[in-house]
């Protein structure tokens, strides 16, 4: 649910003419009791807006950079419609395991880097993306989205509003906005996809 009716208003210095709100599926649907992230039926193909979480793992020295491990996306309803792990290009020096939830046995026969990144790519192409700091998850896929189909969750600002100015964690936004408890031990990167397009619809 939204805490404005204007939902399309996501960026200062971006004129709301230019942004491109969500139409359909997501707007006419309730959520489900079961978990909250999920919108009932069965629809699992792409839809006009995707959201995407990405997990990392550390390298370099004392595992302070960061590299691409996992990435999920899911649709306007919060089904999952992509989610891989990837090949680090380089030797992974901390897992990061309590946080990112990737163990060794996941990246033994992951994807390779190029693959997810040219499938992630064609994905996101005219669509709408939601997410988390998700500049962050762009970053570590050297990807670029266009500003104006991007929506940033940490980045609105009835929802800084509501944390006193201060960027939300988007653990605390799922708790306040949506009453759904994520990230309770490691994370997933499916279900975080999902709280963000939750926040947004």
Not at 83 to 97: A, G, L, N, Q, S
Not at 119 to 141: F, M, P, S, T, Y
Not at 183 to 193: F, L, M, N, R, Y
């Given at each position: 649910?939204?805490?404005?009716?204007?939902?399309?208003?996501?960026?200062?210095?971006?004129?709301?003419?230019l942004l491109e709100p969500e139409i359909?599926?997501?707007?006419?649907?309730?959520?489900?009791?079961?978990?909250?992230?999920?919108?009932?039926?069965?629809?699992?193909?792409?839809?006009?807006?995707?959201?995407?979480?990405?997990?990392?793992?550390?390298?370099?020295?004392?595992?302070?950079?960061?590299?691409?491990?996992?990435?999920?996306?899911?649709?306007?309803?919060?089904?999952?419609?992509?989610?891989?792990?990837?090949?680090?290009?380089?030797?992974?020096?901390?897992?990061?395991?309590?946080?990112?939830?990737?163990?060794?046995?996941?990246?033994?026969?992951?994807?390779?880097?190029?693959?997810?990144?040219?499938?992630?790519?064609?994905?996101?192409?005219?669509?709408?993306?939601?997410?988390?700091?998700?500049?962050?998850?762009?970053?570590?896929?050297?990807?670029?989205?266009?500003?104006r189909k991007i929506r940033d969750t940490?980045?609105?600002?009835?929802?800084?509003?509501?944390?006193?100015?201060?960027?939300?964690?988007?653990?605390?936004?799922?708790?306040?906005?949506?009453?759904?408890?994520?990230?309770?031990?490691?994370?997933?990167?499916?279900?975080?996809?999902?709280?963000?397009?939750?926040?947004?619809?």
């Amino acid at each position: 649910k939204s805490v404005t009716k204007k939902s399309e208003v996501w960026f200062d210095g971006v004129d709301p003419s230019l942004l491109e709100p969500e139409i359909g599926l997501a707007a006419k649907s309730k959520l489900t009791v079961s978990n909250g992230l999920v919108k009932p039926g069965s629809f699992n193909k792409p839809t006009r807006t995707i959201a995407m979480d990405c997990e990392m793992v550390g390298v370099g020295p004392e595992g302070k950079d960061s590299v691409l491990a996992r990435v999920s996306l899911v649709n306007a309803m919060g089904h999952c419609i992509y989610d891989k792990f990837v090949k680090p290009r380089e030797e992974v020096v901390d897992y990061r395991t309590p946080v990112s939830g990737v163990r060794p046995k996941d990246l033994e026969n992951a994807e390779e880097f190029s693959v997810v990144q040219k499938e992630v790519g064609q994905l996101l192409e005219g669509r709408i993306l939601v997410g988390h700091a998700v500049h962050h998850d762009l970053k570590v896929l050297f990807l670029s989205h266009p500003r104006r189909k991007i929506r940033d969750t940490s980045a609105y600002k009835p929802f800084r509003t509501m944390f006193g100015g201060r960027t939300p964690s988007l653990k605390k936004l799922s708790e306040r906005i949506l009453g759904v408890k994520v990230q309770e031990g490691e994370h997933s990167s499916v279900q975080d996809a999902q709280a963000a397009m939750r926040c947004y619809t």
